[in-house]
């Protein structure tokens, strides 16, 4: 079945430096994907979404790029804080019976230190 | 605001137990969701109610039964509880769900549910 996956299962970075995580997705007919941050004992926290007509979307210290050629998503995070540590999660949009749903990556876990 | 809310935040039951998790959201959202998460994994859709008075299965959907109780309130429910359901379970909710929806889902801080 279609799935959306990471690159990498962890990552780790200096404060102070930016951070990359990446995402491939299979489905090439996905319009919308959304980046998740999960800090432990929490749920999924919305970060930032792009739809398939763009390559690029920022927010605050926050840029996603899709590359619908290849498939690919990245999640960019400048300036990363000491508590940007967590799991994030790349989400697609699938089609299921009455509408839609996300379909999730596995995530990558980025911790930072100081 | 308090968002999603999922009640209880921990549990811990038997196999063969029956037991209900309660979602509910005050975002005058329509369509509501709820996710497993198991270690290392992303979330997994086990059903999903598109809009009051409708239930549709995810793709995990065997073990479980939902109810939209009205248009804040989506219950799930675990009849005979086996040691393969011990996972965090949450429940999200979105404005509304259809072909052009496309909006993120807002998260509740979930269950945590161990079966013995």
């Known amino acids: 079945g279609e799935s959306v996956g990471l690159h990498l299962p962890t990552l780790s970075v200096q404060e102070g430096d930016n951070s990359i995580i990446n995402c491939a997705y299979s489905?090439?007919?996905?319009?919308?994907f959304i980046w998740y941050k999960q800090e432990s004992g929490k749920g999924p926290q919305f970060i930032i979404d792009?739809?398939?007509?763009?390559d690029k979307r920022q927010g605050q210290r926050v840029t996603v790029l899709l590359n619908k050629t290849v498939k690919h998503l990245s999640l960019q995070i400048a300036a990363t804080q000491p508590g940007d540590s967590a799991v994030y999660f790349c989400?697609?949009?699938?089609?299921?019976?009455?509408?839609?749903?996300?379909?999730f990556g596995k995530g990558t876990t980025l911790s930072v230190s100081s | 605001n308090a968002g999603v809310t999922q009640t209880p935040k921990f549990q811990v039951l038997k196999t063969g137990q029956s037991m209900t998790l309660q979602c509910a959201q005050d975002?005058?959202?329509?369509?509501m969701y709820w996710y497993r998460q198991d270690p290392g994994m992303g979330l997994r859709l086990i059903y999903y109610?598109?809009?009051?008075?409708?239930?549709d299965k995810g793709e995990v959907p065997n073990g479980y039964n939902v109810s939209r109780l009205n248009k804040r309130e989506f219950s799930l429910r675990l009849e005979s509880a086996a040691p393969s359901q011990t996972s965090v379970y949450f429940c999200?909710?979105?404005?509304?769900?259809?072909?052009?929806?496309?909006?993120?889902?807002?998260f509740g801080d979930g269950t945590r549910l161990s079966i013995l």
């Open positions: 999200a909710s979105s404005p509304r769900q259809g072909i052009h929806s496309n909006q993120p889902q807002h």
């Open positions: 489905n090439s007919a996905s319009d919308y």
């Open positions: 792009i739809r398939s007509n763009m």
């Open positions: 989400a697609e949009i699938s089609w299921v019976q009455a509408g839609t749903a996300l379909i």
């Open positions: 975002m005058n959202h329509n369509s």
């Open positions: 109610s598109a809009s009051e008075g409708t239930t």
